[in-house]
């Protein structure tokens, strides 16, 4: 069984990983065919790498993400 890979906003795609807790209402919006990175300070020593696309159609891709 393959997961779904686009989502049709934001909080979808992060909420396919369960990261919609890292996003921080200050980061700018993800301009369309650009690539977002951040840390998240999950609270483990180094944090949280998330990466997230956004594609010329307006969709997001599933959030790349590991612990740094």
Do not use: A, C
């Not at 906003?9 to 301009?31: A, M």
């Not at 998240?40 to 599933?62: C, L, P």
Request: glycine share 4%; proline share 4%; net charge negative.
């Amino acid at each position: 069984m393959s997961k779904q890979q686009r989502f049709s906003t934001l909080n979808e795609s992060l909420d396919s990983e369960n990261l919609l807790e890292s996003w921080d209402i200050s980061f700018p919006p993800i301009q369309y065919n650009n690539t977002f990175s951040y840390t998240w300070q999950d609270g483990t020593k180094y944090g949280h790498y998330v990466s997230v696309h956004r594609f010329e159609d307006g969709t997001y891709e599933r959030p790349v993400h590991y612990k740094r």
